[in-house]
């Protein structure tokens, strides 16, 4: 990789879509008015991050692209050092679908090198509920995470912690990513310790990693976000700033939701000096692994 490449801070969690659905056809079902905006593609995305600098990215598979990673992989065909991607592979379905592990195996010579599960509202109800990843599906993801290094990147909050300490016992190889920082909010000022507890426990495991951010939804979604600095604080402590890399989100649904009263070429940058410039109980090896290193070393050096 070329070494100017090497200081470039990764964003390790954006979603983009284009309004071009005939080279893109959307998932039965969606259409465009199910588009938080008209459009958000990656040229949006660095109207406003480039005012810190050229950044790489992870982009997360749009839902109404349902299994069609086109748009993505096309993205990061035209430039693999800025682009990596987290894809979508199902479990399981009551159609007749690729095994997923044979999927998220394809996927990935793509650039495609996380794939996300969500805990609910996006599978079939699964009678055990507190085993809900008791399926061989699930297995066969974590298998091939574990053989191929490919992570599995969880939306999930404290309640389903316990299923996923169970999976990462059986599969200790398996690299997992815990998005938005496990789902841990501060609401209303209130510190939110037994969230954090949970999932700073959740450390005991070497091979999940934590996505810091979005900033602007974890705590009062004004910057400079000084609130948060107890929350990341308490987390890198926890993990260690080699299994935390920092994320905006970018054109998720707060996103969208602020962006009327946001002026995100202050935001964004605000939130990369959070962790570079106001956070100083850390050091600088840690700040360059949260904002890049440890991302780039999963995503991009492989």
């Known amino acids: 990789m070329n070494s100017l490449l090497q200081s470039r801070i990764v964003d390790a969690h954006i979603h983009v879509w284009t309004p071009d659905t005939k080279k893109y056809p959307l998932a039965p079902g ?3 008015d199910d588009f938080w905006l008209p459009t958000f593609t990656p040229k949006e995305h660095f109207e406003f991050s480039n005012s810190i600098g050229p950044v790489r990215i992870n982009l997360v598979q749009m839902t109404w692209y349902g299994l069609d990673h086109s748009y993505i992989l096309d993205l990061i065909d035209s430039d693999p050092d800025t682009f990596v991607g987290t894809g979508i592979v199902p479990a399981f379905s009551d159609v007749s679908l690729p095994s997923p592990d044979e999927a998220m195996i394809e996927l990935s010579k793509g650039g495609i090198y996380a794939f996300r599960v969500r805990a609910k509202g996006a599978r079939v109800e699964i009678p055990n509920e507190q085993q809900w990843l008791n399926y061989e599906g699930y297995d066969k993801m974590f298998a091939a995470a ?6 599995l990147s969880f939306m999930i909050n404290h309640p389903q912690f316990p299923e996923l300490s169970r999976m990462c016992n059986k599969f200790p190889n398996a690299p997992i990513i815990l998005d938005h920082v496990g789902g841990v909010r501060i609401r209303d000022g209130v510190f939110p310790e037994m969230a954090l507890n949970k999932l700073c426990e959740m450390a005991k495991h070497k091979n999940i990693m ?3 951010g979005p900033f602007q939804a974890l705590g009062d979604k004004k910057s400079p976000y000084f609130d948060l600095l107890p929350v990341i604080k308490r987390i890198v402590e926890a993990f260690g700033p080699e299994r935390c890399m920092w994320e905006s989100d970018c054109g998720g649904p707060i996103f969208v939701e602020l962006l009327p009263s946001s002026n ?3 935001d964004y940058p605000a ?3 959070l962790i570079r410039q106001h956070s100083d109980f850390l050091s600088q090896s ?4 949260i904002l890049f290193k440890t991302a780039e070393n999963f995503f991009f050096k492989r």
């Open 271 to 273: 939130a990369i000096d």
């Open 264 to 266: 995100m070429k202050q």
């Open 286 to 289: 840690d700040i360059d692994y």
């Open 30 to 32: 969606f259409t465009k």
């Open 146 to 151: 574990s053989e191929h290094n490919l992570a």
């Open 210 to 212: 934590v996505k810091l």
